[in-house]
C-alpha cells in the first residue's frame, strides 16, 4: 500500500505541463487560420466550413502519416525544428496526388515526458509545414507515456483532410500512352529509408554532426501550391508522390491499364547525398531505385503538348523540373533504366502495379 496519496504526476504525466503546452502552441496555431477554419485549440473537436472554402459539391480525401526513424535522428541532434514540416509533407503531398487541396491537419505528438520546449519547437514547425501547404492547424492530441517511451524519446502522427470538386479527381483515368513524365526535385532523402541511413552510417562509422546530418534532416519539400494551380486548370493527368517504394513502386499506382512509364536515370544527376549513401552501403542501383527518392521527389504526368506550359508555370513556381520519361504502351508498370555512366549503370529494372 502507497505511504501517501499518489497522483498522476507522480506516476510521470504532468497534466500542469500539457496545459502549459496548449496554452503556448495555440497561438502558433491560429497562425495557420485559412478560409473555412477559424483556428481555436481547447474544443473536443475542430470544425470546418467547406461552404466558405469556396466548394460546392466536392470529396473529402483524407490521409494519415508520421515521420518514422527520421525522428531518432533529429532527437540524437537535438533539432526539431523540421520535423513536423515532415510529418504535414507526408500528409499534404498524399493529397495533392488526387488532386485534393488540403484543409486541415491534426496532430498526434507521443513521449515519455513532457519536455515543453521541443514539443513547442515541434509544434511550431508543423504549423510552418501547415503554411507551406495551405492548411490549418486545426487540433492535436499530445500523450505523456512513461513507459512506453525512454528518455527524450518522442513519436509523431499526422492526419490530414482535403477536398477537392468532383470533376478534378485524379484517378490516372486521363493518363494516355504518349504522356511525358517530369520529375519535381526532392530536398534530400524527405521521410523515407531512413531505417537503411541509419544502418549504413552505423557500419561506416559517420559522423552526423556538421553537414551530413544538416543534410539528412532536411525537411520534406511540399509541393502542394506549386502543382494546385495546373490540377485546377487540369493540364495534369497524374501524379505520383515518390515516398517509400521509390520511382519504381510510386509512379505505377498512378497509371491505367496499358500504360506502362518508362524513366531515364540520366536525365537527371544523381545528388551527391545518394551518392554517399550507394557508395557507403554497396547499395545496388534497383535497390536505390526501390527504396529512395534518388532526387525526384514528385512525378508529373502530363500530356505532350503541355508539358513546356507545365514545365514552365512549376519553374516560375520555384521547382526544378526534369523531363524524366515518357508514358509508353504495356503492362501497368515502371521501368527505370539509364545509359552506361549514369547512377544507373546501363542496367534496367522494372516494376509492376501490384494492386488490382
Known sequence: MSQKPLTYADAGVSIDAGNALVKAIAPIARSTSRPGAEVELGGFGGLFDLRAAGYSDPLLVAANDGVG??????????????VGIDLVAMCANDLIVQGAEPLFFLDYYATGKLDQQVAAAVVASIAEGCRQAGCALIGGETAEMPGMYSGGDYDLAGFCVGAV?????????AVAVGDVILGLASNGVHSNGFSLVRRIIADCGWS????????????TRIYVRSLLPLVKAG????????TGGGLLENVPRVLKDGCHAAIDTGSWTLPSLFAQLQEGGSIAAGEMARTFNCGIGMVAIVPSQNADMVTAALQ???EQVFRIGRVEAGERGCTVSGAAGSWGSGEAWSATHLHG
Do not use: F, N
Open 208 to 219: 552526423v554532426e556538421g553537414d551530413l546530418g544538416r543534410a539528412l534532416l532536411t525537411p
Open 69 to 82: 526513424t527520421k525522428l531518432k535522428l533529429a532527437i540524437d541532434l537535438g533539432q526539431h525544428d523540421g
Open 316 to 318: 516560375a513556381a520555384g
Open 235 to 242: 493540364q495534369v493527368h497524374g501524379l505520383a508522390h515518390i
Open 165 to 173: 470538386d468532383r470533376d478534378k479527381v485524379l484517378t490516372g483515368s
